[in-house]
């Protein structure tokens, strides 16, 4: 599967939580952050307890976000593609926040305990996305 592809997947799924979640609300003008990990063999599952036992209560002490976290259905991306979005304020906070949550002592110490037996991820592609006038989340 082409990051293309998931991209465009997950941008839509993206907009349809985002449109339930967000009804009745007003407006929005927050910045939204895509991150794609592209997981080490072998570690996927790791990973996922990483973001579920620890990542992303930290994350929220840091004022980033969850819209959701996703894993691609078919192999190979299903092995070794980890994909989420975060919504910030903007993104000069999303800054700020990223260095807050890297020098947190918690984040450090779950970081290098999952790590002990090497790297989680590979390398991460990261995309800043504000939404469109028509979008449900304006």
Same mark, same amino acid.
């Given at each position: ?22 009804? %009745? ?8 952050? #895509?991150? #794609? ?9 790791? #990973?996922?307890?990483?973001? %579920?036992?620890? !990542?992303? &209560? ?8 969850? @819209? %959701?976290?996703? +894993? ?8 070794? #593609?980890? @994909?989420? @979005? ?29 790590? &002990?037996?090497?790297?989680? +991820? ?9 939404? !469109?006038?028509?979008? &449900?989340?304006?």
């Amino acid at each position: 599967m082409k990051t293309s592809c998931v991209l465009s997947f997950v941008c839509g799924a993206a907009v349809m939580f985002s449109f339930s979640a967000l009804s %009745g609300s007003t407006p929005s003008h927050h910045v939204y952050e #895509l991150r #794609l990990y592209h997981v080490n063999q072998g570690k996927m599952d790791a #990973l996922r307890a990483r973001f %579920g036992d620890h !990542t992303d &209560a930290i994350f929220k002490r840091h004022n980033m976000k969850s @819209i %959701g976290y996703w +894993v691609p259905e078919d192999a190979p991306s299903s092995q070794n #593609l980890f @994909i989420y @979005i975060l919504e910030h304020p903007s993104r000069q906070e999303a800054e700020k926040n990223w260095a807050a949550f890297q020098a947190d002592p918690e984040w450090k110490n779950v970081k290098a305990e999952s790590e &002990a037996q090497g790297p989680l +991820v590979d390398h991460i592609d990261r995309y800043f996305m504000d939404p !469109t006038s028509y979008s &449900a989340l304006n």
